[in-house]
């Protein structure tokens, strides 16, 4: 899993940034994102904290 960034432009060329929670997958042996959740606006949010999150629902290493 990991914080994926994404960006839309405004009619007034302004420029809004989105995180999402994404995964991928192997699907029919091809890699795909996958988005679990959209998590808001960039300059909302704290993303040292989602960071934090992110680490600790990884899985562990085998």
């Known amino acids: 899993m990991y914080l994926r960034k994404t960006r839309r432009r405004n009619k007034d060329a ?3 940034r989105y995180v999402q929670l994404a995964n991928n ?3 029919d042996g091809q890699t ?3 988005v679990l959740v959209n998590l808001g606006r960039h300059d909302r949010l704290d993303l040292d904290a989602l960071r934090r999150l992110v680490a ?3 899985p ?3």
């Open 14 to 16: 302004s420029v809004v």
């Open 25 to 27: 997958r192997r699907m």
């Open 56 to 58: 600790s629902i990884e």
């Open 32 to 34: 795909q994102a996958e």
């Open 60 to 62: 562990l290493p085998r």
